[in-house]
């Protein structure tokens, strides 16, 4: 296992709610990366956190943001829910923000907006 | 156009069997290249990067073309455990930081 953890593993919302999905990197990671995952399609970046500041950001709303903690462990809210917010939410964390760090992966948080 | 493009499959191989599948990307920039496995309802995980000169990891080749711009990955004798959807990934420039963009995802079902 990547020692990458997310909570909650599933959660059901309707829309217009917000939502705050959670991730711990693996120890000694400083830079954690969220990217969502529509059922049947590929993992999108939505943005990176780099020791506490966005480190760059995907074509996402403003409704989508982010917190990166002292220990490294990160938020993802998201803002007045829409149906097509469902999907599976994965966080990555990697050693480093560098262009060439590989990012590790936890078992993300399948979202459901109804 | 998308980013980075892949037949979604599925692509059905009897167990034993090869199996190859390319992928496509738009950006003549891209600069690292990836193939993720993504079992289901689980996270990506890392197969192997590709390289320009071509790579093999196991039963597994990687192979990029530059000039056409597609990565593929070819499977030999294949196993029931290979099924899987696998995902192409693309790194740009370096300015562009560590982001991760990956294909849709080409699902293969190895059968007995």
């Known amino acids: 296992e990547t020692g990458v953890t997310q909570s909650p593993t599933h959660l059901i919302k309707t829309r217009g709610q917000q939502v705050t999905l959670r991730c711990s990197s693996q120890s000694g990671h400083n830079t954690v990366s969220w990217y969502q995952q529509a059922l049947g399609q590929g993992p999108q970046f939505i943005f990176q956190?780099?020791?506490?500041?966005?480190?760059g950001r995907g074509n996402f709303p403003p409704r989508f943001s982010g917190l990166q903690f002292p220990n490294y462990s990160s938020e993802l809210n998201v803002n007045a829910l829409e149906l097509d917010d469902s999907a599976l939410y994965l966080c990555?964390?990697?050693?480093?923000?560098?262009?060439?760090?590989?990012?590790?992966f936890g078992p993300g948080t399948r979202l459901l907006v109804l | 156009r998308k980013e980075v493009e892949q037949d979604p499959g599925p692509f059905n191989v009897p167990e034993g069997a090869t199996v190859a599948f390319n992928c496509t990307y738009s950006n003549s920039a891209s600069q690292s290249f990836f193939w993720y496995r993504q079992d289901c309802r689980k996270e990506p995980k890392l197969l192997m990067s590709?390289?320009?000169s071509g790579n093999e990891d196991g039963r597994f080749t990687a192979q990029l073309n530059r000039a056409s711009q597609y990565i593929s990955l070819l499977i030999r004798d294949s196993k029931l455990s290979d099924s899987a959807t696998y995902l192409c990934v693309v790194k740009g420039l370096k300015a562009a930081g560590n982001k991760l963009t990956f294909g849709g995802g080409t699902r293969v079902l190895v059968k007995p």
């Open positions: 590709v390289y320009s």
């Open positions: 956190y780099y020791r506490e500041e966005e480190n």
């Open positions: 990555a964390s990697s050693l480093a923000a560098g262009w060439g760090e590989t990012q590790y």
